[in-house]
């Protein structure tokens, strides 16, 4: 990174973000509550609006929405006449899946081979030490330029949607002229890009009963119809041969135009075993960005351990569908609803329920922040120029955003590059992506403020 003062200012401060994230993956913060103590998220929420009390933030309050948890909210008012940004992150983090797994403690951060590792040290506590970092930077080196609103949300791994009803019932809460959400990612560590676009999702759980109660397999099996292979044939119906997305009614997407991404660097990122083929067809990004991606993310049932020789009565699957930019996410959960009921077998009665729904989300890569951000990504990545890519996930909150601020820019960065593995065992960060893009984003503000 060329040397200049905001750069500086950020290494300096690296020592200090450290020990910072690290008080903050402490907490066990998954908005779960029937796995998680309410109260660890509770604590995460406090540990955030006591550090915008400490940089000087007005209006600090945390926000009871109505999903049940918290987001954290702060005002920095900058000069007169100033544009205003709102920067975005949120504190809880997915659950760490099989603790014994980890290399190290799951909430315990911990430097290993370059990088720092611990649930949410990228997704997205990281983020909400970037947005720190930042204003620091700025304070340090003739102060921010802009009106900076904060809020840090307590359920965006759980799309439950409580920021967002939230943000909709206090439409001037939020409002700005630009939005930086710093949930999303760089294509690959050292290569500055911002995420253009993002796919919405829907979660359904389905159910298939067929009999009154489990059945002796040999007294029974080969006549009386079983649930769990129902289920399974209809789960499967889901999918072509070659693995592509294949729900009735429902349009593949269109083909990504933007950065490509290489089927063995994929391979790599994805740590497919050798042999394993990729699922799906047309270029990688086509799949993971512009496409539908179904996949089944649980099913109860017996564990092989303990079963018993029995013909099941009942089973159920929890389904998430990613939806393409371009189809709308309730048309998209009505027509997996619709293929769930039309191809269960047997005449078994099948029932659904949604749970979670957000709409996908594309950005205009022509507005004058994405120059800002340009500029400022040639500084801090020096060589360098920004990449558009696109986000297979969802952050339903933007969607929310650009209904109520149609005249708002909105901008994805942030520091889940497939390096960090967010969502699974041994989640990392690279602070030196944590510095680059610290140091991104204290210029972009005052880029932007100035142009």
């Known amino acids: 990174m060329s040397s200049n003062p905001v750069a500086e200012t950020v290494a300096s401060l690296m020592p200090g973000a450290r020990a910072e994230l690290t008080e903050l993956v402490a907490f066990r913060s998954v908005a779960d509550f029937d796995q998680f103590p309410r109260s660890e998220s509770e604590a995460a929420a406090r540990w955030v609006a006591d550090a915008l009390t400490a940089e000087g933030f007005q209006d600090v309050a945390l926000l009871d929405t109505p999903d049940g948890t918290q987001s954290v909210y702060g005002f920095l008012p900058g000069p007169e006449g100033a544009k205003t940004v ?25 430097e290993r081979d370059g990088r720092w590792y611990g649930r949410g040290a990228a997704d997205c506590k990281g983020g909400v030490i970037m947005h720190l970092l930042a204003l620091r930077a700025l304070k340090a080196n003739g102060g921010v330029p802009v009106h900076v609103k904060f809020i840090a949300e307590g359920s965006e791994e759980q799309g439950t949607g409580g920021l ?16 930086v959400i710093g949930d999303a990612g760089n294509f690959r560590t050292g290569l500055p890009t911002v995420t253009a676009t993002l796919r919405g999702m829907t979660m359904m759980r389905v159910q298939v009963d067929t009999l009154e109660g489990n059945l002796h397999s040999g007294q029974f099996g080969g006549a009386a119809p079983d649930a769990l292979a129902a289920l399974i044939r209809v789960l499967d119906s889901l999918r072509a041969k070659d693995g592509s997305t294949t729900i009735d009614g429902l349009t593949p997407g269109a083909a990504w135009d933007g950065l490509q991404y290489d089927e063995e660097q994929f391979r790599k990122d994805a740590r497919v075993l050798d042999g394993v083929e990729l699922i799906g067809s047309g270029t990688v990004a086509d799949r993971i960005w512009s496409g539908p991606a179904v996949t089944v993310l649980g099913i109860d049932c017996p564990p092989v351990v303990g079963a018993t020789p029995s013909v099941q009565a009942s089973a159920r699957a929890l389904v998430s569908l990613r939806v393409p930019p371009g189809i709308d996410a309730a048309e998209a959960t009505g027509r997996l609803r619709a293929h769930l009921e039309t191809h ?4 078994a009665r099948v029932s659904t329920e949604q749970i979670g729904q957000g709409q996908p989300f594309s950005a205009d890569t022509t ?17 360098q120029e ?16 650009a209904a109520l601020y149609p005249q708002a820019e909105i901008l994805l960065i942030g520091l889940s590059e497939p390096e960090a593995r967010i969502h699974a065992v041994d989640e990392s960060v690279s602070p030196q992506e944590l510095e680059r893009l610290a140091v991104t984003e204290a210029l972009f503000l005052r880029n932007y403020a100035g142009g």
């Open 386 to 401: 920004m990449q558009y890519a696109g986000q297979g996930g969802s952050i339903p909150l933007c969607n929310t955003l």
């Open 367 to 383: 507005s004058p922040a994405y120059a800002a951000m340009a500029d400022a990504m040639a500084v801090a990545y020096p060589g």
């Open 344 to 347: 269960t077998p047997w005449g």
């Open 86 to 110: 709102l920067l975005y992150a949120h504190y809880d983090v997915q659950p760490p899946l099989d603790e014994a797994a980890w290399t190290t403690p799951p909430f315990e951060l911990t």
């Open 164 to 179: 967002e009803r939230y943000a909709e019932a206090h439409p001037g809460l939020l409002e700005a002229d630009t939005v």
